[in-house]
């Protein structure tokens, strides 16, 4: 299973962070592939709640639902995608100094729609470049 893992620092606290983090209708401002969230049903914090979401994904758009797995305040935001495409998304932050680091860490399967326009390898080259914005926009958007 290919695995994404992103790190960076922000200038903010660890609470900021995943509260900003479990917030999943945030996510399309630094998840670039990420088109909309959607038909959330109730607290992201809150394990079992579900939503629907739309990816794009090397020019081929998916679309699904997702699902909180589990939330600790100022630590973790975990989330996994229960159609369309199955992967488990995780969210860490620690403090460090007076700052934050932020982990990202995504494991995923290759949807076969997806495997039938481009090759593995190509596919996961551009998800790991995506993930580097992905942490790249957050440090942006947090550090205002």
Known sequence: MPNVSKAVTVNRSPAEVIEYIADVTNHPAFIGPLKSVSDLSGDPRKPGTSWTWVFVMSGVEISGSAETI???????????????????????AAPQGDSTRVQI?????????????????????????????AV?????????
């Open 70 to 92: 589990k939330y600790e305040p100022s630590r973790l935001f975990s989330y996994r995608t229960t159609s369309g495409a199955l992967s488990t998304f995780e969210y860490t």
């Open 105 to 133: 860490n995504v494991s995923y399967e290759m949807p076969d729609t997806v495997l039938g326009k481009v090759q593995a390898p190509v596919v996961e080259r551009l998800n790991d470049l995506d993930g580097q914005r």
């Open 136 to 144: 790249d926009n957050l440090k942006v958007i947090l550090d205002s």
